[in-house]
């Protein structure tokens, strides 16, 4: 297959580049609904607690708290420097651990806990090993040698010996926000951040002996430039973090008010940002990265690469991730659950999160079950995101259907995308070639029922630009 490089056509992202899902879920958590509650979740989990050989879990645990705004940020996050509101919120954390994990057979075991924000190191070292040895107490985690444990780090707030508290707490993974190294870009978004506290962070990883570390980087920033962020990749990829995320900014200041504090006028040209998706394309392959999808990328003995290689990846909440066979349990303000066929979402306000624990309720306040056709589009939408493959003898034998007739609008919209080469197409099989894997969600959005009912319901737009 031809690299990504020799086939960007920045004329067609540009045609294409128009508001989708980033597909973490489909259904997508626009469709979630308030009727959706406590007694469905414990439902739910009763009805995946029989399956006949019992499931891993997944644990994402969101700890809310920042210690400033980084303007481009669209996260659930509180700003606040004290400290002491994050005892508080454990307090309440492990309660909704206790009450949770009660749903739950011990067999199942925890195959992987994920530390999201905010900024999870906003807690003490000695917090989060606490917040360890509570979930250890009350779900079985899997021997070291399959357990994933991994935090996102802010390295402005962190130190090199404190990474070494969280290695010996079990935690074998770590992503960093880096974003850009440019001190204009970096004012732009108020985020200071130096060359130096980062690349000690990541040495540090890995003399503690963390398996995998992930540079998270944006591009579409303000105030960015070509020479600017070929330099935050000549030093990104100095250090070869073992993954790299390459996001776009998504520009919605309606959504995320800390984006009303950047300027529009400083924001880059549309050509501009696809010059800037053209550098990184380029230098990470020339430096021997892996694309993964969307907006990832790893060295050819990540896990995420092998798991790639051998058809196992998978996409949920946390990105990109080996763990397939898993139901995702969501804690904390705003986390959200995949359990069995079914998504819930607790509260995205700490307050109405706080309160339903204190009066001793599961904090559910939407989500949804999935429908058989949802099922359906969702198997189909997370190979596709997974692997740019469709098999349709494959997929109608798992689902009793005739793929072709069943998505026969579908395969329709296809058409347009086939014509442009973004997708080779024939009796039994699609295949998204190397032009179209810049645009996966281009082509997940034909198999999408609700997006022109989520289209038609609102002027605002719901999700970022798919370039």
């Known amino acids: 297959m031809?690299?990504?490089?020799?086939?960007?056509d920045p004329e067609l992202l540009r045609r294409y580049d128009t508001p989708g899902p980033r597909y973490t879920s489909y259904p997508t958590a626009p469709q979630f609904s308030s009727t959706f509650g406590e007694a469905d979740l414990r439902q739910m989990a009763a009805v995946s607690n029989g399956d006949p050989i019992p499931r891993p879990l997944s644990l994402y645990l969101h700890i809310p708290f920042c210690t400033s705004p980084c303007f481009y940020c669209g996260c659930n996050r509180i700003i606040t420097r004290d400290t002491a509101r994050g005892a508080t919120y454990l307090t309440r954390l492990y309660r909704e651990v206790?009450?949770?994990s009660t749903l739950f057979d011990r067999d199942r075991d925890v195959e992987q806990v994920h530390f999201g924000g905010g900024t999870p190191n906003f807690l003490s070292p000695a917090q989060i090993a606490e917040v360890?040895?509570?979930l250890r107490r009350h779900f079985s985690f899997a021997a070291p040698q399959r357990l994933d444990c991994s935090i996102e780090l802010d390295p402005r707030f962190i130190t090199p010996e404190e990474v070494g508290e969280l290695a010996a707490a079990g935690f074998n993974r770590a992503s960093l926000g880096v974003q850009d190294f440019d001190p204009e870009v970096q004012r732009a978004v108020n985020r200071i951040q130096s060359v130096e506290q980062t690349l000690d962070i990541i040495d540090a990883c890995r003399r503690h002996g963390l398996q995998s570390v992930n540079v998270d980087l944006i591009y579409g920033l303000p105030r960015q430039s070509i020479e600017g962020f070929s330099r935050t990749l000549d030093i990104t990829l100095e250090a070869r973090p073992d993954r790299l995320a390459i996001y776009s900014y998504a520009h919605l200041p309606s959504m995320f008010r800390p984006q009303q504090r950047i300027h529009a006028e400083d924001l880059p040209t549309p050509e501009t940002k696809l010059a800037l998706l053209q550098c990184a394309i380029d230098k990470l392959g020339e430096a021997g990265y892996v694309y993964i999808g969307m907006d990832h990328f790893a060295l050819p003995g990540d896990s995420l690469a092998v798991a790639q290689r051998n058809g196992s990846l998978h996409r949920n909440f946390m990105g990109y991730t080996t763990h397939a066979e898993s139901d995702l349990l969501g804690l904390g303000v705003s986390a959200i659950s995949h359990i069995g066929p079914s998504f819930s979402q607790n509260p995205r306000d700490l307050l109405s999160w706080e309160k339903a624990i204190d009066q001793g309720h599961l904090p559910v306040w939407r989500?949804?079950?999935l429908e058989e056709d949802d099922v359906i589009r969702a198997d189909v939408i997370q190979?596709?995101?997974?692997?740019?493959a469709l098999d349709y003898g494959d997929l109608g034998r798992r689902h009793v259907i005739d793929f072709r007739q069943y998505f026969a609008e579908a395969l329709q919209r296809l058409q347009p995308l086939r014509e442009d080469g973004l997708v080779e197409l024939d009796e039994g099989?699609?295949?998204t070639t190397s032009r179209g894997r810049l645009l996966l969600r281009i082509i997940a959005m034909?198999?999408?029922r609700y997006l022109p009912t989520a289209a038609a319901a609102t002027a605002t737009p719901r999700f970022s630009r798919t370039v």
Not at 2 to 8: D, E
């Open 2 to 8: 031809a690299s990504l490089s020799s086939l960007f």
């Open 98 to 100: 206790a009450m949770t």
């Open 132 to 134: 360890m040895d509570v």
């Open 367 to 369: 989500g949804m079950r």
């Open 383 to 388: 190979q596709l995101m997974c692997h740019g």
């Open 429 to 431: 099989s699609l295949r």
């Open 446 to 448: 034909c198999f999408d």
